[in-house]
């Protein structure tokens, strides 16, 4: 099983700047995907952004020019940089890692960091 621990959620001003890390420890296996998804009040989670190994980056139509996913393949790490945020951003943000463990698709989430966009 793969651990994930995000950090670098809180409250920001819209127009501002926040990062969010997550870090996965456990696998055995490669990660195949890792990225991040978020759910505000009342509605159901989205995907945000993803990264897979090679590079390759997808992004919500709703983040995209806005937010930039990275990710360090070495420390299996992979940051979320959100810049101009605006106060529909406000949400739990999970960081999601998918790999395969040789019977099939696994995916793993972390605990969740929350963001909140406010004046």
């Known amino acids: 099983q793969v651990q994930l621990v995000e950090s670098g959620g809180g409250l920001v001003q819209p127009g501002g700047s926040l990062r969010l890390s997550c870090v996965a420890s456990g696998s055995r296996f490669i990660i195949n995907i890792m990225g991040w998804y978020r759910q505000a009040p009342g509605k159901e989670r989205e995907l945000v952004s993803i990264i897979t190994s090679g590079g390759i980056r997808n992004y919500a139509d709703s983040v995209k020019g806005r937010f930039t996913i990275s990710r360090d393949n070495a420390k299996n790490t992979v940051d979320l940089q959100m810049n101009s945020l605006k106060p529909e951003d406000t949400a739990v943000y999970y960081c999601?890692?998918?790999?395969?463990?040789?019977?099939?698709?696994?995916?793993?989430w972390g605990k969740g960091t929350l963001v909140t966009v406010s004046s």
């Open positions: 999601n890692a998918e790999f395969n463990n040789g019977m099939g698709i696994v995916k793993s």
